[in-house]
Nanobody, 120 residues
Framework: QVQLVESGGGLVQAGGSLRLSCVASGDTNCISSMSWHRQAPGKERELVAG???????VIADSVKGRFTFSRDNAKNTVYLQMNSLEPEDSAVYYC??????????????WGQGTQVTVSS
């Protein structure tokens, strides 16, 4: 199994910045993809950024140019640098990981989420 722990959320004024971190533990060698998703009240959870099983990076159009996704394989950690934050970015941000490979289950894991609130 894989465990994911997010951190870095908080309250920030519009135009400010935050950096989210997600640390994976457990069977980290089974991880083939990691991504950030967010969910605002009354809205569906949406993909923000991540890398796929093909090791390709994807980022949502709504945050392109403002958010940056990065990874540190040695620390089993992915980051989401969020700049020029807008109130519309307010949501609970969740870390996601997919496992795939020899002797690995085909599974999806979620972290507990971290709240990001952007004030006007």
């Amino acid at each position: 199994q894989v465990q994911l722990v997010e951190s870095g959320g908080g309250l920030v004024q519009a135009g400010g910045s935050l950096r989210l971190s997600c640390v994976a533990s457990g069977d980290t060698n089974c991880i083939s993809s990691m991504s950030w998703h967010r969910q605002a009240p009354g809205k569906e959870r949406e993909l923000v950024a991540g890398f796929t099983t093909a090791d390709n990076t994807v980022i949502a159009d709504s945050v392109k140019g403002r958010f940056t996704f990065s990874r540190d394989n040695a620390k089993n950690t992915v980051y989401l640098q969020m700049n020029s934050l807008e109130p519309e970015d307010s949501a609970v941000y969740y870390c996601n990981a997919g496992s795939y490979g020899s002797r690995c289950p085909l599974s999806i894991y979620w972290g507990q989420g971290t709240q990001v609130t952007v004030s006007s």
